[in-house]
């Protein structure tokens, strides 16, 4: 894997799965499992996400920030990953969820010196449906709100 150097940018994701909405620590730790030996098979050293944040509020490490993600095509370098585990097309992330990511991102902003202009969602790097239209209405709220940085 290449080293993750000049960090500039924030992507937040789902996962895209099926509707995943268990609270349980360990549903959430074979939910990344099943994402990280997906990945694997693709010939990627690790989960292509620097971070996963499950619906009861946990953020979990994914792949150790000394590397590059494999999360956005052609613009990882300089790009920490965030995922939120479910599908925001087919469900509506947990309050939890929301309340953790908007708190993670920030202390990963302040780390990194990220301003709110460099936070993004996938779709909006690429032609994806990620992060479902569900995260989407909500990081453009939070956005609005004031709540990155």
């Not at 268990?22 to 010939?43: E, F, N, V």
């Not at 993600?69 to 370098?77: C, E, I, L, S, T």
């Not at 469900?91 to 302040?110: E, K, L, N, Y």
Request: aromatic letters at 8%.
């Amino acid at each position: 894997m290449d080293p993750l150097t000049g960090v500039y940018r924030i992507t937040l994701h789902h996962d895209g799965m099926t509707p995943f909405t268990s609270t349980s620590q360990g549903d959430a730790a074979a939910r990344i499992d099943t994402i990280r030996r997906a990945h694997q098979s693709k010939g990627w050293g690790d989960v292509g996400y620097h971070f996963v944040v499950d619906p009861a509020g946990r953020v979990w490490e994914g792949r150790l920030l000394q590397f590059q993600g494999a999360h956005v095509k052609d613009q990882n370098p300089g790009n920490i990953g965030i995922v939120c585990l479910g599908n925001f097309e087919l469900q509506t992330p947990s309050p939890a969820q929301i309340s953790a990511m908007r708190d993670f991102v920030c202390r990963v902003q302040g780390a990194y010196r990220i301003p709110n202009s460099r936070v993004q969602t996938h779709r909006e790097l690429a032609a994806t449906l990620c992060p479902g239209a569900a995260m989407q209405v909500r990081v453009n709220q939070l956005r609005q709100g004031g709540a990155f940085s």
